[in-house]
């Protein structure tokens, strides 16, 4: 049976595998104006390090951070110069100096930090896996691979997303939803 466990008793999985979830990831390393999330999950995040357990993610959940925090950062490019919704596409932002930047900005902290203190996970989905990731539930195709891969490998997932209160697999969490299970 999975083990929802609160971010405040992260000392009890000592020495477990530990996947970062990239909402979490998020909360670490971008400002989102979520400061308790943000403040729980970079504290979880050292005492994870400091006990050092190991550190997984996927190319999905890198590719999920590039691609939310780079929106992000147009988003903030729109607000900071007073631009209307609308009158910059994103793929201009991208193409611009100013997407570029930002972008390089992601990039070193995903190759300097997050490189660096995980490892990378990765599988070779059967046609049946992915077929099994196409029925319709609480979770998004995404969270099915990061299910799947979890359950494959004893890892305890570190999430916010309350879409996994269902999910057979051991969760590190701070959201009230996925505790009250």
């Known amino acids: 049976m ?5 971010t405040r008793d992260v000392t009890v999985i000592n020495g477990r595998k530990v996947f970062f979830d990239a909402n979490v990831l998020i909360y670490i390393f971008w400002p989102t104006g979520n400061y308790n999330w943000e403040k ?11 006990q050092e357990n190991e550190l997984f993610v996927d190319y999905m959940v890198i590719s999920e951070i590039i691609n939310r925090t780079h929106r992000s950062e147009f988003e903030k490019h729109l607000i900071a110069n007073e631009i209307p919704q609308g009158v910059l596409k994103y793929k201009q932002y ?7 930047n930002a972008l390089k900005d992601i990039n070193l902290i995903i190759n300097d930090v997050i490189l660096d203190k995980f490892s990378i996970i990765g599988k070779s989905f059967t046609k049946t896996d992915i077929q099994s990731f196409l029925t319709t539930d ?4 995404a969270d099915k691979v ?6 494959e490998n004893s890892f305890i997932l570190l999430t916010n997303d309350a879409d996994f209160k269902n999910a057979d697999i051991d969760i590190l969490t ?3 939803a996925l505790l009250s299970v």
């Open 174 to 176: 701070s959201n009230p």
């Open 40 to 50: 729980y999950y970079s504290s979880t995040f050292g005492r994870l390090l400091r």
């Open 94 to 100: 991208r193409d611009s100096e100013d997407g570029k």
């Open 146 to 151: 990061i299910n799947l891969l979890c359950k």
């Open 2 to 6: 999975a083990t929802k466990y609160s």
């Open 138 to 141: 609480t979770l998004d195709f």
